[in-house]
């Protein structure tokens, strides 16, 4: 039996059999050099000359040899090597494969040689703290004893707009009469259906948005986590949640991810950007468009001719952009006219042509978090339907909600790789994300 390259350093001065992939190679005189394994364990196997004839970097091989420790002033990723003293090559890999998608290819073969710029060194790294990223948000979600839950990526209405809604054919009762389906563009209804019976609960799921949006944060399928909460009964208590999610998540993620973000040489920005969390500026939505007129930031500038923006006016994503960065500073933007946020947000007491909801803006990217108080008036939530355009009867079931003992509730929805973007210091959100997809891209 083969052992795993991870325990290895349990077998010093053994004869031993691994199985694994043929990372690196280094071919001398007399003895060749391998990087051998997988993601965080990648051990050095040195191979007499006589058994490295045919290898190739990627192919898959069996080494018989002994475990010995490293010696001293040599550096490798475990504290061990192997002496071969037997390879057989299992698969072979193509002798081209460096030139398939070397580490400074351009953006484009990167998406179209993905399955080869997986194995790529630092996107493999990119890949692993991803997942450890997850880790990290489940890990602060399990300290304050909240439920996660799977809910459907097949709905029956709108969460987020129509415009952004994907259509598909689902069968219907009968094979004559489909019904038409959409894939869900966010799971907020399903959290706050179950947490007047689970109590604060979050999923980490897909959402899909058919967004003909071609810029360096934006997919038509990204993973999002989401949570909702009870007993909000002031906007600070919201804002408070949120502040505790960013510093939770951070910190989890500096123990989980240690490993991998000191190797790819991230470890002391993320310390920092945890320290950012202490110092987050709160900007109302009319004072942000004071900021801009303050700071030269227009609604649009063609042809020289400068339009400042109006009160009212949603900022769009360049200039919001611009404004933060500018700012330098984590920022909850908050109280937005009402006209250009969803149905379901909370008025706000003190002017009720304003939601209390709240986007966290961060340098770099931009929105990391859409959040606010749900509207929790039966009346209230039933008229915002209509002035939406929508049916409130297409709602029934959540409006349900405000009549059977609402949980005066908040909650949010974090794009997990706009998230690590900003971690990582990364430019698009193509940079991080696996598999991507966005408008003329869905392979692989
Ligand atoms: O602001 P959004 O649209 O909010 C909602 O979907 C709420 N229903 C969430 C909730 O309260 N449960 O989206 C939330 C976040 C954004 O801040 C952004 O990070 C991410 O989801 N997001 C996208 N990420 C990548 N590509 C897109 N097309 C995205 N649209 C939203």
Redesign the pocket.
Same mark, same amino acid.
């Given at each position: 039996m083969s052992i795993k390259i991870k325990d290895l350093p349990d077998h010093i001065d053994e004869q031993i059999t691994v199985l694994g992939q043929i990372n690196v190679l280094r071919q001398q005189k007399k003895f060749s050099f391998i990087e051998l394994g997988y993601g965080d364990y990648q051990v050095q196997v040195v191979v007499p000359a006589k058994f490295a004839e045919g290898l190739t970097t990627q192919s898959y091989i069996q080494i018989t040899g002994t475990v010995k420790k490293l010696p001293e002033g040599v550096y490798s990723k475990m504290p061990i090597e192997i002496s071969a003293s037997d390879v057989k090559i299992i698969s072979k890999a193509k002798a081209d494969f460096e030139q398939q998608c070397p580490s400074n290819s351009s953006a484009d073969i990167k998406l179209e040689k993905r399955h080869f710029y997986f194995r790529d060194p630092e996107f493999k790294l990119i890949t692993i703290l991803r997942s450890q990223l997850i880790q990290a948000m489940r890990a602060h979600f399990e300290s304050t004893s909240c439920y996660e839950i799977i809910p459907p990526s097949f709905t029956g209405v709108e969460?987020?707009g129509g415009a952004s809604l994907f259509p598909i054919v689902h069968p219907g009762k009968s094979h004559d009469k489909p019904m038409t389906a959409y894939l869900t563009?966010?799971s907020?209804f399903a959290l706050e259906m179950l947490l007047p019976s689970i109590g604060d609960c979050y999923c980490i799921s897909p959402s899909f948005?058919a967004?003909h949006?071609h810029t360096r944060? =934006?997919?038509t399928e990204?993973l =999002?986590f989401?949570a909702e909460f009870a007993g909000i009964m002031k906007f600070d208590d919201h804002l408070d949640k949120l502040k505790d999610l960013l510093k939770g998540i951070i910190s989890h993620f500096l123990l989980i991810g240690e490993r991998s973000l000191k190797e790819l040489k991230k470890y002391d920005r993320v310390q920092e950007l945890l320290k950012m969390t202490d110092d987050i500026l709160i900007l109302e939505h009319k004072d942000a468009i004071k900021e801009c007129h303050q700071r030269g930031i227009y609604k649009s500038e063609d042809d020289g001719i400068k339009i400042p923006f109006d009160e009212r006016d949603d900022i769009p994503e360049a200039q919001e952009r611009k404004l933060i960065d500018d700012i330098g500073k984590i920022v909850f933007l908050v109280k937005f006219p009402k006209e250009f946020k969803s149905f379901y947000m909370g008025l706000d007491p003190e002017d009720e042509s304003r939601v209390l909801g709240c986007d966290v803006e961060v340098p770099g990217v931009g929105? $990391? $978090?859409?959040?606010g108080v749900r509207e929790g008036d039966y009346d209230r939530l039933y008229q915002r339907l209509k002035d939406h355009g929508l049916k409130p009867e297409d709602y029934s079931e959540y409006l349900d909600l405000r009549s059977y003992g609402f949980c005066q509730t908040s909650?949010?929805?974090?794009?997990v790789d706009?998230m690590l973007v900003w971690l990582l210091g990364m430019y698009s $959100?193509r940079d991080v994300v696996t598999f991507p997809r966005f408008p003329g891209n869905l392979r692989p």
């Open positions: 969460c987020e563009q966010s907020q948005r967004e949006s944060r =934006h997919l990204f =999002h989401e929105e $990391i $978090i859409g959040s909650g949010m929805g974090l794009g706009r $959100i």
